[in-house]
């Protein structure tokens, strides 16, 4: 059964929303690209997951904000055996959104805020059903999200669980202010520097970015066509900007939804599409045809 209404948009159009930089090597083509992806960013090579459960039972752990070191406090749904079965996972970060911005260092509650939606969401319906176990970290921000501390927050999280968190495989993903702030992270440190294996941005994304830093970083891109908060042209100029470079890659997508109702099964295609991204269940479609977290599977980074 396919969506009728899912469009992956592989255009090479217009570079009105996210420029060039000075450092752009334009001599560089479609086939030299591919080639580095398959060497430097890891490509259905999962060995290294084959010890890993296949499920689990999550529970859910907090950090307020000043409990921990790093700048954030946030909720974790992990597997029950995550840092104590000696086993090394992959993780996902998740950037929340404005109405999930609070400050748990003054009002402990506010950390509730954040376990909410998008991965979390999906982890608290049983909806989460990534080919092997994967917990969630939600830190928490009660501002826009600043690149040099979600890098600190991902740097805490290495220090703090050594020997459970599989360091090839750490991804990320926003929502809303969290995919600008996945943007913005993306963009200050580029493929090699940001520690980050493959991202997913919802509903949001930036008025530019440096192309020539990001052509490795595998990511996919969702907007709702009718959403009224962040218009749905930001994040097709952006993905739009990559692929007029390198119009032949297959590791940077786009996914828009576009119709209310699927064959009768109801979707979100206003700003609230984290719904449709996490845990849809049809799973097949116009190349949206696999579960979004096994996709970021497909990648790890091998240096």
């Known amino acids: 059964m396919k969506y009728k209404s899912i469009l992956i948009l592989i255009i090479a159009a217009q570079m009105t929303a996210c420029q060039q930089k000075d450092d752009f090597e334009t001599s560089e083509s479609d086939d030299d690209i591919i080639t580095k992806v398959e060497q430097f960013v890891g490509i259905s090579d999962d060995t290294d997951l084959a010890n890993l459960p296949t499920?689990?039972?999550?529970i859910k752990e907090q950090s307020l904000k000043g409990e921990n070191t790093s700048p954030y406090g946030y909720i974790v749904r992990k597997p029950e055996g995550f840092s104590s079965d000696g086993l090394k996972?992959?993780?996902?970060?998740?950037?929340?959104?404005?109405?999930?911005?609070?400050?748990?260092?003054?009002?402990?509650?506010?950390?509730?805020?954040?376990d909410k939606d998008g991965a979390i969401r999906a982890i608290k319906i049983g909806l989460w059903n990534p080919k092997v176990a994967m917990p969630v970290f939600a830190p928490q921000s009660s501002t826009q999200w600043n690149a040099s501390n979600v890098k600190s927050f991902i740097n805490y999280l290495i220090n703090t669980y050594p020997n459970a968190i599989n360091t090839s495989r750490i991804y990320l993903s926003g929502f809303s202010m969290g995919a600008m702030g996945t943007w913005t992270y993306l963009d200050e440190y580029g493929y090699e520097e940001s520690l980050i294996a493959a991202a997913v941005t919802m509903a949001g994304a930036k008025e530019e970015c440096n192309i020539a830093s990001l052509k490795l970083m595998p990511f996919w891109a969702f907007h709702g066509q009718k959403d009224g908060t962040v218009p749905v042209n930001k994040t097709i100029h952006l993905i739009d900007s990559f692929k007029a470079f390198y119009p032949s890659q297959k590791h940077q997508k786009l996914t828009l939804f576009t119709q209310n109702d699927f064959d009768g099964q109801y979707h979100r295609i206003d700003h609230g599409v984290y719904d449709d991204t996490f845990w849809d269940k049809n799973q097949t479609g116009d190349e949206f045809d696999v579960n979004v977290v096994n996709w970021m599977l497909q990648y790890k980074r091998n240096d």
Do not use: M, W
């Open 55 to 58: 499920s689990a039972t999550y």
């Open 89 to 114: 996972y992959p993780i996902l970060v998740y950037l929340h959104g404005a109405g999930s911005r609070g400050n748990s260092e003054n009002n402990p509650t506010d950390i509730n805020k954040v």
